[in-house]
């Protein structure tokens, strides 16, 4: 069974870095493109950034570009999200999920307030 | 950006009947392969989005066949047969031909 599970999701004040982590199991982690979508209370989902297989290669909206880092760790079956210089406006469930979307995690709550 | 735009439903839907979900995308997602990449979601109250269909018309494993997705190269519908209560929820289209992926705005499903 296809397993992501997220975690790290906290509260942090504005300004501040966390990073999340998405551990995979029940596929073969290393042969998938991964993503990170996120939904502000109450809204819409919104796609935040992927990654190729190998870690080559990533992809961002614009609104997280220079501040927000994906990456992967192949050995260990784990995505990543550094997040840096977090707004108000990051606050959110990040979920993961395969970049085909055909898979997703449970959820991460990160609030960013004073 | 790829801007996808989706209309509402004349909520709530009696049981049983058939309702269908529009998309319009501000790009054609026709691909020159003769793919369209379009995906529908279905995210059930407070749990994760479910993938539905993906290249516009292809169910993905284990979805109810009470689903079709059509369309052109810029507009989709969604049509959902006989609706049931486990499909009450927000349905999301989503564009993966190009980077940002996008998402429509949602349209909530509710039964009569």
């Known amino acids: 069974e296809v397993q992501l599970v997220e975690s790290g999701g906290v509260l942090v004040q504005p300004g501040r870095s966390m990073k999340l982590s998405c551990a995979a199991s029940?596929?073969?982690?290393?042969?998938?493109?991964m993503a990170w979508v996120r939904q502000a209370p109450t809204k819409g989902l919104e796609w935040v950034a992927t990654i190729s297989t190998s870690g080559g290669c990533t992809y961002y909206r614009d609104s997280v570009k220079g501040r927000f880092t994906i990456s992967r760790n192949n050995a260990k079956s784990t995505l990543y999200l550094q997040m840096d210089s977090l707004r108000s406006e990051d606050t959110a469930t990040y979920y993961c999920?395969?970049?085909?979307?055909?898979?997703w995690g449970q959820g991460t709550l990160v609030t960013v307030s004073s | 950006d790829i801007v996808m735009t989706q209309g509402a439903l004349p909520n709530p839907v009696p049981s049983g009947e058939s309702a269908s979900i529009t998309c319009q995308s501000s790009?054609?997602?026709?691909?020159?392969?003769?793919?369209?990449?379009l995906n529908w979601y279905l995210q059930r109250p407070g749990q994760s989005p479910q993938l539905l269909i993906y290249w516009m018309s292809t169910r993905a494993s284990g979805v109810s066949d009470r689903f079709s997705g059509s369309g052109s190269g810029t507009d989709f519908t969604l049509k959902i047969s006989s609706v049931e209560a486990e499909d009450v929820g927000v349905y999301y289209c989503q564009q993966f031909l190009e980077y940002p992926r996008t998402f429509g705005g949602g349209t909530k499903l509710e039964l009569k």
């Open positions: 029940g596929f073969t982690f290393s042969s998938f493109p």
């Open positions: 999920a395969t970049a085909g979307f055909s898979y």
């Open positions: 790009k054609s997602l026709l691909h020159s392969n003769g793919k369209t990449y």
